[in-house]
Structure formats: C-alpha cells, structure tokens
C-alpha cells in the first residue's frame, strides 16, 4: 500500500534555525570572497588588533634594520673614499720606485771601487756616490712606505667587502620586514573590507578616536612645561590629526617612534630613531613622578612610544589607519617612562 505523508509545515523547529540564521548574519561580515567568518564583532576588533600590533612591532624592526642600514651606508662610503686616496699614494710610492730603481740600472754597473780608480775626478765621484747612498736610503724608506700603505690597503678592503656584505644582508632583512608589515596590514584591511560600515567603525574606533580630537580642542598641558620641554610638546600637539604611517619620520606623517623623535628634535634634544634605543636615552622615572614630556612605553617588547601630557594622558601616534591622538595613558599595556 502506498504511504500518504501530509507535507511537514514551516514548525518550530525550521523556523527556530532560519531565525539563528539571521541572528547570525548580524554578526557576520558583510559576504565577501575575502570575509572570514567571525564570531561577533568582538573577535573581530580582537584580530584587527591584534594584526595592527604585530605590523608595529614589525615596523619598530624596519627601523631598527634601516638606521643600521643607513650607518653601513656611511661607513662604507667613507672606507671606499679613503680606500681610493690610498690606491692614488701607492700608485704614485710606486712610480717613485721606478724612477729610482732605474737610476741604479744605469750607475750601478761597476765596483764602486773600479768606478773611483777610473773617475778623472775622484772628487766628483766621492760626491756622487754620496748622492747615490742617499737615493738609496730614500729607495729604502720609500719602499717601506709602501709596505705599509699596501698592508693598510688590504686591511681596509676586508673591512669594506664585510661593510658591504652586512649591508646587503641589513637590505634582505629590510625586504623580509617591509612584506611582513604589508602582510599584516592587508590582512586587517581584508577583514575590514568585509563588514558593514558601522561595524568596521566600532571595529577601528573612529567614534572614540573623534571623541578624542574633539576633547582635546584647546587642551593644554599641565606642569612645568618650559624652556625645550614646551617647545617638544608645543610641536607635537602641532602634529595632532595627522595619520599614523608606518616607518613615517614626518612632516606629514609619523609612526610611534618617528614622532616622539621628531619632537624631542623640535626642543634640540637628539633621541635614536626606535623605540627600544629610546627606552635607553634617559633616566627612568616611576609612575608617581611623572611630568609633562616623559616618554611612555607600552607592551613587553617595548614597540610603542608616546609622550605625557600630564593629567594621565598620552599624545601619540596610535596605528594604522588612525591620526596623531590625545589618549588616556593607560589605554595599552604600560611597561614604563624615560625622561630623556
């Protein structure tokens, strides 16, 4: 016999997980090729983040590798320039050389003796043979001369082909961190691109960061802000807005460490250009003592720098995507301050 199955209605159960499914999709990015699957919006400010930290702890590296970059740059320049003012002086030792070499060729024939019996002027010949002991002696000194002018030479080749060999190898590295940065970033900008164009504000914080621009509108430091410690903080606050561009040094941009650097420079102070150098370009002060102008570091590995404006506030720039910022000074982890 055949079997009459009534068709099953839209119950509970289907319309319970079409409903999960729509809840869902609230929280799922935008549907894109590139849109991973998240959790909620939560999760996904954490990877964002996190992918923007780790592009700064990388980009505090670049750094790091181009100052060394730059300073192989110089020193071998400096070596290869004195390496040929050396080639020049041996060149022409040599010629001396020659030249002196020849002379004796053409009198030196004879005994000496013989040469004095044979002279129809022994007095002339005595002074002769004096003349030809000194161009001996200077043979002699000059050969010297070029001994070691050879010796400094080789010496100084070895130490270019090392400068230039580091110097490549400080370029690979360069090459290595500049597509890990990009990496990382175009990671963040993957997972940005596919949310919704309120969630990816809740995600980069552009309501607090426009908050942050808005309060900070006529605010002025507090403290004994004078003399090269005004002019530092008068510089960055000149900075604020700008965007935050990794490996930037100014003036229209700046990473962490290129503004810290670039200010302190405004109050003729000279600070290393990385954050872990700067870390070391002072006297650490505790919590408590802090004043107007110190130098704030953040997480373990010390990659990211900001100044204290007083009042538990930080004026930095945060990452990318982000500007030059007015902050409060314990939004990220706090590992210490400098005052240079």
Same mark, same amino acid.
Request: with cysteine.
């Given at each position: 016999?055949?079997?009459?199955?009534?068709?099953?209605?839209?119950?509970?159960?289907?319309?319970a997980v079409l409903g999960a499914a729509a809840g869902a999709a609230v929280l799922l990015p935008v549907a894109t090729a590139s849109a991973e699957p998240t959790a909620n919006l939560d999760q996904v400010k954490a990877k964002v983040?996190?992918?923007?930290?780790?592009?700064?702890?990388?980009?505090?590296?670049?750094?790091?590798?181009?100052?060394? %970059?730059?300073?192989?740059?110089?020193?071998?320049?400096? +070596? !290869?320039?004195?390496? &040929?003012? /050396? #080639?020049?002086?041996? $060149?022409?030792?040599?010629?001396?050389?020659?030249?002196?070499?020849?002379?004796?060729?053409?009198?030196?024939?004879?005994?000496?003796?013989?040469?004095?019996?044979?002279?129809? %002027?022994?007095?002339?010949?005595?002074?002769?043979?004096? +003349? !030809?002991?000194?161009? &001996?002696? /200077? #043979?002699?000194?000059? $050969?010297?001369?070029?001994?070691?002018?050879?010796?400094?030479?080789?010496?100084?080749?070895?130490?270019?082909?090392?400068?230039?060999?580091?110097?490549?190898?400080?370029?690979?590295?360069?090459?290595?961190?500049?597509?890990?940065?990009?990496?990382?970033?175009?990671? &963040?900008?993957?997972?940005?691109?596919? $949310?919704?164009?309120?969630?990816?504000?809740?995600?980069?914080?552009?309501?607090?960061?426009?908050?942050?621009?808005?309060?900070?509108?006529?605010?002025?430091?507090?403290?004994?802000?004078?003399?090269?410690?005004?002019?530092?903080?008068?510089?960055?606050?000149?900075?604020?807005?700008?965007?935050?561009?990794?490996?930037?040094?100014?003036?229209?941009?700046?990473?962490?460490?290129?503004?810290?650097?670039?200010?302190?420079?405004?109050?003729?102070?000279?600070?290393?250009?990385?954050?872990?150098?700067?870390?070391?370009?002072?006297?650490?002060?505790?919590?408590?003592?802090?004043?107007?102008?110190?130098?704030?570091?953040?997480?373990?590995?010390?990659?990211?720098?900001?100044?204290?404006?007083?009042?538990?506030?930080?004026?930095?720039?945060?990452?990318?995507?982000?500007?030059?910022?007015?902050?409060?000074?314990?939004?990220?982890?706090?590992?210490?301050?400098?005052?240079?």
């Open positions: 016999m055949a079997t009459h199955r009534r068709p099953r209605p839209a119950g509970r159960s289907r319309t983040d996190g992918l923007y930290e780790e592009a700064e702890a990388a980009t505090e590296q670049y750094n790091k590798v181009d100052e060394r %970059s730059k300073q192989l740059q110089s020193e071998a320049g400096k +070596l !290869q320039d004195r390496l &040929a003012g /050396q #080639q020049g002086r041996i $060149l022409q030792l040599r010629e001396t050389l020659g030249a002196l070499a020849a002379e004796q060729y053409r009198t030196g024939g004879l005994d000496p003796s013989v040469q004095l019996m044979l002279s129809s %002027s022994p007095d002339a010949y005595l002074s002769q043979a004096g +003349l !030809q002991g000194l161009a &001996a002696a /200077q #043979q002699s000194e000059t $050969l010297r001369s070029a001994l070691r002018l050879q010796q400094s030479i080789d010496q100084e080749r070895a130490e270019t082909a090392a400068k230039l060999a580091e110097l490549e190898q400080a370029r690979s590295t360069l090459a290595a961190k500049k597509t890990e940065i990009q990496a990382r970033l175009a990671e &963040a900008g993957r997972i940005l691109a596919g $949310l919704r164009a309120a969630d990816r504000a809740r995600v980069l914080g552009d309501d607090t960061q426009a908050a942050s621009r808005t309060a900070t509108r006529g605010q002025t430091y507090t403290g004994p802000a004078t003399g090269q410690v005004r002019a530092i903080l008068d510089f960055a606050y000149a900075q604020l807005g700008k965007p935050y561009q990794w490996g930037a040094e100014g003036p229209g941009s700046y990473d962490c460490s290129g503004l810290t650097q670039a200010a302190f420079r405004a109050g003729g102070i000279a600070l290393p250009r990385v954050t872990q150098d700067q870390w070391n370009a002072g006297k650490h002060v505790a919590r408590a003592d802090l004043q107007p102008g110190d130098l704030l570091f953040y997480y373990r590995d010390l990659h990211h720098v900001g100044l204290y404006l007083g009042n538990g506030k930080l004026l930095h720039a945060p990452r990318t995507g982000k500007n030059v910022e007015i902050v409060d000074m314990n939004v990220m982890p706090y590992m210490g301050a400098v005052r240079p």
